[in-house]
């Protein structure tokens, strides 16, 4: 009876990723490796490097890929919904409209490592009275 050794590889190193250490594909269950992710990536959790490790089943702790930096709808900003559309990538600069009530903080939109900049992207309009006393 002959006993396979369980190992992970890994699939594939895309442009997102910057290095990866120790410099092989396959890893012993138990062994880990570290991701680097370039400057326009991250790793899930978005941090530019993670360590992940092979376990015993031959799968990934998680998936060792590098994704790239994009920024969604801006929930919660009051931003028009028709306004900025879908994902952009980072660096992207987009026009954007506020809300009825709120007005816009910049001309355009950009996206970062840290979401849409600036933030926040609506502020609300303040209506002062001014009393007169006679």
Request: charged share 30%; proline share 4%.
């Amino acid at each position: 009876m002959s006993c396979t050794e369980i190992t992970c590889e890994l699939k594939s190193i895309t442009p997102e990723v910057k290095n990866f250490k120790p410099q092989k594909k396959k890893f012993k269950a138990g062994e880990s490796v570290e991701i680097t992710c370039s400057e326009k990536a991250w790793v899930f959790t978005k941090e530019t490097s993670k360590t992940f490790m092979c376990q015993d089943n031959g799968e990934w702790d998680h998936e060792p890929v590098c994704q790239e930096i994009t920024c969604e709808y801006p929930h919660d900003q009051h931003v028009s919904r028709s306004s900025i559309s879908g994902e952009s990538k980072l660096g992207e600069k987009q026009s954007y409209s506020c809300e009825e009530g709120y007005r816009e903080t910049a001309e355009k939109a950009t996206c970062t490592r840290d979401g849409w900049t600036p933030n926040p992207l609506c502020t609300g309009m303040f209506c002062c009275e001014i009393l007169i006393s006679f």
